[in-house]
């Protein structure tokens, strides 16, 4: 077998004074299997199994070149498969997709048969899915909007349009799951990975608070949050940090659980002279820490987990290390996020 880098390189001339079949060797650096094959076919070698040892193209490749040498033209393109839906059955296909979410593909199939269109099968229908760019993905959960709730959310919208966001301090509570069944990994068509987990894998509650001028050290909570813990946080991270930041004061937004707008808490909150702001029920797309929360799970999500002390540990190293220009950027959304809400009468928005 000839080595791959060859001095030849072949060009073929369509003159009236030469042959069709004159060819020309210049030398340059390498040929291709291909290139050394055809030439080799020029040479008067005619065996497709030899061309095959000789260049190391396979046979299928030496039989085509040799058709292409006999005819002077390369063989024609195969067409493919003809479409099973008229262009009328496939906009049809769509706008069932579009309408009925929650149909599979089988029953999509059956929906457009139905209607009078072609019965096909359920790969057919995933085929034109694919094609039309509609695919399946799964729903982004939101809080439930009653009329009362788009409401107040409209309302509050409304009323700080004009709010100063730089003075305001973004607190919540999250909750860090140790075992995450969200995670996705790659595996064999057929096959599907096993996942051992307890039947009460730990989870780890924290709670922080963000502003344009920085972060509150994060809170890591050990069992359920109540009034008296709720403000033994506030005690230990909120005020050591943010009365440095804000030596002229500032305004704490929190969410409206129980623990925070119990009797006790709102008379922690007078005792220390610590403004709140109102917040509407069911806005988490409102609230930028929201969106840190999900920075720090996903980060955590592919990493091996150690055991729970270390784990603690890393989430804890994740939020010092969030950058102020990625804080201060969700803090400067929030016109964005209030003139969304605006736009969709208080409903939900793409936060």
Same mark, same amino acid.
């Given at each position: 077998? +000839? ?11 369509? @003159?009236? @004074?030469?042959?069709?079949? @004159? ?34 193209? &396979? ?27 008229? &262009?009328?059955?496939?906009?049809? /296909? ?35 899915? @694919? ?40 607190? *919540? ?52 949050? *109540? ?10 991270? /909120?005020?050591?940090?943010? *009365? ?29 002279? +610590? ?9 988490? *797309? ?5 969106? /840190? ?9 592919? /990493? ?17 290390? +969030? ?29």
């Amino acid at each position: 077998m +000839l080595p791959f880098k060859m001095i030849y390189h072949v060009y073929y001339l369509n @003159t009236t @004074t030469r042959p069709r079949d @004159t060819i020309f060797m210049t030398r340059t650096t390498m040929m291709s299997p291909s290139d050394h094959c055809l030439l080799l076919i020029h040479k008067g070698i005619k065996k497709a199994r030899t061309l095959s040892n000789m260049t190391g193209v &396979s046979i299928a490749t030496a039989h085509r070149h040799l058709r292409v040498a006999k005819n002077g033209k390369p063989p024609p393109k195969k067409k493919g498969r003809k479409f099973c839906l008229t &262009s009328a059955e496939k906009t049809r /296909l769509k706008r069932y997709a579009l309408k009925y979410s929650g149909y599979s593909n089988a029953q999509l199939a059956k929906k457009l048969e139905e209607s009078g269109g072609r019965k096909v099968s359920v790969r057919t229908i995933g085929r034109y899915l @694919t094609d039309m760019s509609v695919k399946r993905v799964k729903p982004r959960p939101v809080p439930l909007l009653t009329e009362r709730h788009r409401q107040k959310r409209l309302a509050w919208c409304l009323q700080n349009q004009d709010t100063d966001w730089e003075k305001i301090v973004f607190s *919540d509570e999250s909750c860090f799951q140790y075992v995450s069944n969200t995670s996705r990994v790659l595996c064999r068509v057929g096959e599907r990975p096993l996942a051992p987990r307890t039947s009460h894998p730990p989870k780890i509650m924290v709670w922080g608070g963000i502003s344009a001028r920085g972060v509150t050290p994060l809170a890591v909570i050990q069992g359920s949050v *109540d009034s008296d813990k709720y403000q033994e946080i506030l005690n230990g991270y /909120l005020f050591p940090t943010m *009365d440095v930041l804000y030596p002229e004061g500032y305004t704490l937004q929190q969410d409206n659980a129980r623990p925070h707008v119990s009797l006790s808490s709102k008379k922690f909150f007078e005792d220390h002279g +610590l403004k709140v702001m109102d917040w509407p029920a069911n806005s988490p *797309d409102l609230n930028p820490i929201e969106n /840190l929360w999900g920075i720090l799970k996903r980060k955590m999500a592919p /990493l091996k987990k150690p055991p729970v002390a270390e784990w603690k540990v890393m989430i804890n190293e994740m939020w010092s290390s +969030l950058s102020h220009d990625t804080v201060s950027g969700f803090i400067e959304s929030m016109p964005r996020r209030i003139q969304s809400c605006i736009e969709a009468g208080g409903g939900h928005t793409k936060y």
